[in-house]
């Protein structure tokens, strides 16, 4: 019986330990640091996911089996170099891997190395070089800091002016450190997004089913960007051919790639697509699952999560049966704090949990939650990601509307056109 440590403390970590938690083969589950949804189902832990030397003392003295690290800033910091130089098993790349999420440029190279479909691209270390760059481009245009941004550092710019402040924005006002030091200037690229995941342990690897996230803030992708404000799986704006054209361009290339730079990459290879009218093309990858996108996948799988996590951890992914998925659609409204991407209060009681019936077909997630006298308080920007499933996707998006009617908090904000793409498909 296997003890399993997860890092983090989102909505993509509570799901990952509900599933996790349904193993068989799993004996008990710590949560580093977790969250008040997580705490029944693991035990939490008060070490910052960051703080990579208390993680790996606890994983030692607990005599941890796999740690499994959610979020991309201990991948970046070398949470997995770490543990495998200690012998210690972690599912995540190691930090030279994290960079297809942590340096845009680096990921760029690759994917231009590598021959996958993305947009074109320049990479300026100097704001002069850049200046200049512009009074050659035509508009629109993407400027994206290289570096971690919590994923505000992307700016689609309309005119010669627009593109100049950002720059600016990022290079000279260091909006988000050093990690604006290099930019991308980008084609904008028209088309529905898409985010598929696989995971690799570095030789083979396995996709997961396609998922949409709804990143700004307000209903018709108006406002601000997020880190996500609900998602849902499948997203038919993928078909059957497409998805095959995603399993060939976008993740078999990272893994020949990563093979031949010699670098060991086991986790997750998420794929930021777009469906243009050329085809699929990669905006982004990111070095692990999507939140709230794993909050609607991860129910969808009806095999054991641990052994998927363990033996790709271990380089040894052939050995586990072909997973399977449930044909439902399964629906994430994500509830966020009033005044959320911007600044919000923490500490608003959430109410009301007594209302939702033994929920079937249903989970609200915790994001931002924390106990607090007894009582589960607003902790974060995003709270709660109501999720629920259902053969039909309208019937899944009424019963998570539902809920949201009944488990709430002061200045609960959350939109109200969750899967609006594939509701137009229908
Ligand atoms: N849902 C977007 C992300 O996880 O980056």
């Not at 629109?140 to 600016?168: C, F, M, W, Y």
Request: net charge negative; glycine share 12%.
């Amino acid at each position: 019986m296997m003890r399993v440590l997860v890092v983090g403390g989102g909505g993509r970590e509570h799901t990952l330990v509900w599933k996790l938690s349904q193993s068989p083969q799993v004996e008990k589950i710590y949560c580093a640091p977790g969250n008040a949804g997580i705490a029944p189902l693991a035990e939490c832990v008060p070490i910052g996911a960051e703080e990579v030397e208390k993680l790996q003392a606890f994983a030692r003295e607990k005599e941890i089996h796999l740690t499994v690290v959610g979020p991309e800033a201990p991948l970046m910091e070398g949470i997995t170099d770490r543990f495998r130089e200690n012998g210690q098993l972690i599912f995540g790349p190691c930090r030279k891997g994290a960079l297809l999420e942590g340096s845009k440029a680096w990921a760029k190279r690759f994917m231009t190395r590598y021959g996958i479909p993305t947009g074109e691209y320049e990479i300026f270390t100097s704001p002069g070089d850049a200046y200049t760059y512009l009074e050659r481009c035509s508009f629109p245009l993407v400027v994206k800091a290289d570096g971690l941004a919590a994923g505000k550092g992307v700016i689609i710019t309309e005119s010669l002016e627009e593109a100049r402040r950002a720059v600016h924005y990022i290079m000279e006002e260091k909006a988000f450190g050093s990690a604006g030091d290099s930019i991308i200037i980008e084609e904008f690229l028209e088309g529905e997004e898409v985010s598929v995941f696989a995971v690799t342990d570095g030789s083979t690897y396995l996709a997961f089913p396609s998922a949409q996230d709804h990143k700004p803030i307000y209903d018709g992708d108006r406002g601000p960007n997020t880190g996500g404000m609900g998602a849902y799986s499948p997203a038919p704006v993928l078909t059957a051919e497409m998805y095959k054209e995603v399993e060939e361009k976008i993740f078999k290339p990272v893994v020949r790639g990563m093979q031949e730079e010699g670098i060991t990459y086991r986790g997750v290879i998420y794929g930021g697509l777009i469906v243009t009218a050329k085809g699929i093309k990669a905006l982004e990858y990111n070095a692990r699952f999507g939140d709230p996108e794993a909050q609607v996948l991860l129910p969808r799988l009806q095999s054991d999560l641990f052994p998927i996590l363990y033996e790709a951890s271990r380089g040894n992914l052939a050995a586990v049966p072909e997973p399977q998925w449930t044909d439902d659609v399964v629906v994430c409204v994500v509830m966020a704090s009033a005044g959320y991407p911007g600044s919000y209060e923490k500490g608003k009681e959430i109410s009301g949990w007594e209302k939702v019936p033994a929920m079937e077909n249903a989970i609200v997630f915790h994001a931002g939650t924390a106990l607090k006298n007894g009582k589960i308080v607003t902790n974060g920007g995003r709270v709660l990601g109501v999720t629920a499933w259902d053969p039909s996707l309208k019937a899944a998006l009424e019963k998570a509307y539902s809920i949201t009617e009944l488990v709430t908090f002061e200045g609960a904000y959350f939109r109200r056109d969750i899967a609006h793409r594939a509701l137009g498909r229908m």
